[in-house]
């Protein structure tokens, strides 16, 4: 770890020989190559008191002027300042009030910054008798403000400090459920009511497991605390088509009516952590309270009052808990294996041509027809899809159900990639032989999806015995770039109306139902 | 098992100067990395290992192992 230390003194010889010195109280040069950096101020050698505490006060902009220019997620790690040599004319105070200045804004300092952590020199030096800290000597042929003897101590020192630095970093991530990890009450609203995918706020709860499931995979044990029925949470988790956190995303839970504090500790034995490795995330005041006074040493972080503030949330959580300090030589080799996948990646992308880029994508295509779960979806769907829309006509979900219920076909697609799954993205409603609606989610086009679905729809109703098929455009002031879209799709138009709307037909017999290959569809 | 004052010295100077290959002519002209730093930890090693207090003009005189080991020898006796 190749450390940089801003110094006032000659202090080499207590670190590392891998570390790196700024000049004598120079803080021109912030090197961001550094792994992490140190502040170690002695106090400075003069006899006018006044000059002196002047000097040290002066620190106190030095250092935050350093703080501020550099990366919040390298560790800093400030040592405070000991009075190692002085003789006090009078009371001393003034020189200890000035010290205790500087000392006071290092804490404040590691109180407002994430990735700075205080050092007590004092824990180091009070083993040690005031003359064995402090050697005359050494300050005039080396300007040390430390006795060089203690090198070796105080370097064992420093790296076990070091050490337990890295270890606060938290373990374990303690999570309630409802309006906490999707929006609602489970035992309300039930598997399909809970807000979770979709729109705002299922959207943002959605992203936020994504964010935890995401900190699962950098090591932080995912556990849940919530009051609610198992058998609801597991239905949940199986059900909910939404669900990113499931059953094997926990490493243990207690969903239950007991109180959250007496689950808690259950937690800490059953996976054998400390209780002060636990971070505790509730969207409910009142838990949060009864944690912070019932278990003092769990960390319980003000839960956002909004769900679009959750991706600010995580940014704490992740800045104050679970990242700080440990840039250990295997998250060095993480951090390689990214780089490789990045470059690998990059290579992939030098395409010869579209197709080339389109097939590279791993298109996976899923149909699927209505059910229950996505009917809100498809009405939604209808309500707010403007661009891609053929006939733009509104529907609620008991219209859906309605339609369903008397014979109407709706399928829904689902679209991923190798980048990701940007789930139920389009849909078509068939009344008989009519495609009463066609609409996909403007994020998908431009990969030639909406024709491969609807030739897929094609080749369906034509293996379940259609013969033809028609459907229509109904212009309106955001659909235009869908106007020659049936007949790209080989569909002929029999009728066309001064106001711009088309009636078309196909003839399935003979239609050109091919699909390029580099779509993978499954219909369920 | 002991070794000479001179053998002491020698590889105190290996130590504190971070090369293998240096002998009795080894100085403060001939390795650069004899600098500022490698003598004020040469001063604690030497002090430390032979139990021996060296003066501030007698550091400033210190560039040599020749010079070393007077030193040495004057102070231990």
């Given at each position: 770890m190749r450390y940089f230390v801003f110094r006032?003194?000659?202090?080499?010889?207590?670190?590392?020989?891998?570390?790196?010195?700024?000049?004598?109280?120079?803080?021109?040069?912030?090197?961001?190559?550094a792994d992490g950096y140190v502040w170690f101020y002695q106090l400075p050698v003069k006899y006018d008191m006044e000059a002196l505490c002047d000097e040290v006060r002066g620190y106190i902009q030095k250092l935050e002027l350093v703080l501020s220019q550099v990366s919040s997620s390298k560790p800093f790690v400030v040592l405070t300042m000991d009075d190692g040599y002085s003789v006090p004319m009078t009371s001393g105070v003034v020189l200890l009030s000035a010290i205790a200045d500087y000392n006071a804004s290092i804490a404040r300092a590691e109180q407002g910054r994430p990735n700075v952590k205080l050092l007590d020199i004092r824990e180091f030096t009070r083993q040690f008798a005031a003359s064995e800290v402090f050697d005359w000597k050494f300050w005039f042929i080396s300007q040390m403000g430390m006795n060089p003897r203690l090198s070796k101590p105080f370097s064992e020192w420093f790296s076990h400090k070091l050490e337990q630095i890295a270890l606060k970093r938290k373990k374990c991530l303690v999570l309630d459920l409802d309006n906490t990890l999707w929006g609602g009450v489970l035992g309300e609203d039930g598997v399909d009511g809970i807000k979770l995918g979709g729109d705002y706020p299922g959207k943002a709860y959605h992203l936020f497991q994504e964010a935890l499931e995401e900190l699962g995979k950098n090591g932080v044990i995912l556990?849940?605390?919530?009051?609610?029925?198992?058998?609801?949470?597991l239905e949940a988790w199986n059900k909910n088509p939404f669900m990113v956190l499931k059953k094997d995303h926990f490493a243990a839970w207690r969903i239950n009516w007991?109180?959250?504090?007496?689950?808690?500790?259950?937690?800490?034995d059953e996976l054998n952590i400390g209780l002060d490795s636990f971070v505790f995330v509730d969207d409910n005041p009142v838990e949060r309270e009864l944690i912070r006074q019932a278990l003092p040493r769990v960390e319980v972080p003000e839960f956002p009052d909004q769900p679009y503030e959750l991706p600010i949330f995580v940014k704490s959580l992740v800045e104050k808990y679970f990242r700080v300090y440990s840039v250990t030589s295997e998250d060095k080799l993480k951090t390689e294996q990214y780089k490789a996948n990045a470059q690998r990646t990059q290579s992939q992308r030098e395409f010869v041509d579209f197709e080339s880029f389109l097939r590279s994508l791993d298109i996976r295509l899923k149909i699927e027809p209505a059910n229950e779960f996505t009917i809100p979806r498809i009405a939604q769907m209808t309500q707010k899809t403007n661009q891609f829309n053929l006939t733009t006509k509104r529907y609620t979900e008991s219209d859906i159900r309605g339609f369903i219920?008397?014979?109407?076909?709706i399928w829904t697609l689902s679209v991923a990639d190798r980048f990701g799954d940007s789930g139920i993205t389009g849909l078509v409603m068939l009344n008989g032989e009519e495609i009463d609606s066609l609409l996909l989610s403007c994020r998908i086009l431009g990969k030639g999806i909406e024709v491969a679905f609807l030739k897929r729809i094609l080749a369906l109703l034509k293996g379940e015995g259609s013969k033809s098929v028609f459907a229509e455009y109904l212009p309106t002031a955001k659909n235009s770039q869908?106007?020659?879209?049936?007949?790209?799709?080989?569909?002929?138009?029999?009728?066309?109306?001064?106001?711009?709307?088309?009636?078309?037909?196909?003839?399935?017999?003979?239609?050109?139902?091919?699909?390029a290959d580099y779509y993978n569809i499954t219909i369920k | 098992m002991t070794d000479t004052m001179e053998e002491k010295i020698l590889i105190i100077l290996k130590s504190v100067l971070g090369v293998e290959g240096i002998d009795f002519t080894v100085s403060q002209e001939n390795?650069?990395?004899?600098?500022?730093?490698?003598?004020?930890?040469l001063v604690v090693e030497l002090e430390d290992a032979f139990d021996i207090t060296l003066e501030p003009e007698e550091i400033g005189e210190m560039k040599s192992f020749e010079v070393i080991l007077r030193l040495v020898k004057e102070k231990v006796g």
């Amino acid at each position: 770890m190749r450390y940089f230390v801003f110094r006032n003194n000659t202090v080499e010889r207590f670190f590392p020989k891998e570390y790196s010195f700024s000049g004598y109280d120079d803080i021109s040069l912030i090197p961001e190559e550094a792994d992490g950096y140190v502040w170690f101020y002695q106090l400075p050698v003069k006899y006018d008191m006044e000059a002196l505490c002047d000097e040290v006060r002066g620190y106190i902009q030095k250092l935050e002027l350093v703080l501020s220019q550099v990366s919040s997620s390298k560790p800093f790690v400030v040592l405070t300042m000991d009075d190692g040599y002085s003789v006090p004319m009078t009371s001393g105070v003034v020189l200890l009030s000035a010290i205790a200045d500087y000392n006071a804004s290092i804490a404040r300092a590691e109180q407002g910054r994430p990735n700075v952590k205080l050092l007590d020199i004092r824990e180091f030096t009070r083993q040690f008798a005031a003359s064995e800290v402090f050697d005359w000597k050494f300050w005039f042929i080396s300007q040390m403000g430390m006795n060089p003897r203690l090198s070796k101590p105080f370097s064992e020192w420093f790296s076990h400090k070091l050490e337990q630095i890295a270890l606060k970093r938290k373990k374990c991530l303690v999570l309630d459920l409802d309006n906490t990890l999707w929006g609602g009450v489970l035992g309300e609203d039930g598997v399909d009511g809970i807000k979770l995918g979709g729109d705002y706020p299922g959207k943002a709860y959605h992203l936020f497991q994504e964010a935890l499931e995401e900190l699962g995979k950098n090591g932080v044990i995912l556990t849940v605390c919530s009051k609610n029925n198992e058998s609801d949470v597991l239905e949940a988790w199986n059900k909910n088509p939404f669900m990113v956190l499931k059953k094997d995303h926990f490493a243990a839970w207690r969903i239950n009516w007991t109180d959250k504090a007496t689950n808690i500790r259950e937690l800490a034995d059953e996976l054998n952590i400390g209780l002060d490795s636990f971070v505790f995330v509730d969207d409910n005041p009142v838990e949060r309270e009864l944690i912070r006074q019932a278990l003092p040493r769990v960390e319980v972080p003000e839960f956002p009052d909004q769900p679009y503030e959750l991706p600010i949330f995580v940014k704490s959580l992740v800045e104050k808990y679970f990242r700080v300090y440990s840039v250990t030589s295997e998250d060095k080799l993480k951090t390689e294996q990214y780089k490789a996948n990045a470059q690998r990646t990059q290579s992939q992308r030098e395409f010869v041509d579209f197709e080339s880029f389109l097939r590279s994508l791993d298109i996976r295509l899923k149909i699927e027809p209505a059910n229950e779960f996505t009917i809100p979806r498809i009405a939604q769907m209808t309500q707010k899809t403007n661009q891609f829309n053929l006939t733009t006509k509104r529907y609620t979900e008991s219209d859906i159900r309605g339609f369903i219920e008397t014979g109407w076909k709706i399928w829904t697609l689902s679209v991923a990639d190798r980048f990701g799954d940007s789930g139920i993205t389009g849909l078509v409603m068939l009344n008989g032989e009519e495609i009463d609606s066609l609409l996909l989610s403007c994020r998908i086009l431009g990969k030639g999806i909406e024709v491969a679905f609807l030739k897929r729809i094609l080749a369906l109703l034509k293996g379940e015995g259609s013969k033809s098929v028609f459907a229509e455009y109904l212009p309106t002031a955001k659909n235009s770039q869908v106007k020659d879209f049936y007949e790209r799709c080989g569909f002929i138009c029999i009728d066309e109306q001064p106001n711009g709307s088309k009636r078309y037909s196909l003839d399935l017999k003979s239609a050109d139902l091919e699909i390029a290959d580099y779509y993978n569809i499954t219909i369920k | 098992m002991t070794d000479t004052m001179e053998e002491k010295i020698l590889i105190i100077l290996k130590s504190v100067l971070g090369v293998e290959g240096i002998d009795f002519t080894v100085s403060q002209e001939n390795c650069e990395q004899w600098d500022s730093l490698a003598q004020l930890n040469l001063v604690v090693e030497l002090e430390d290992a032979f139990d021996i207090t060296l003066e501030p003009e007698e550091i400033g005189e210190m560039k040599s192992f020749e010079v070393i080991l007077r030193l040495v020898k004057e102070k231990v006796g």
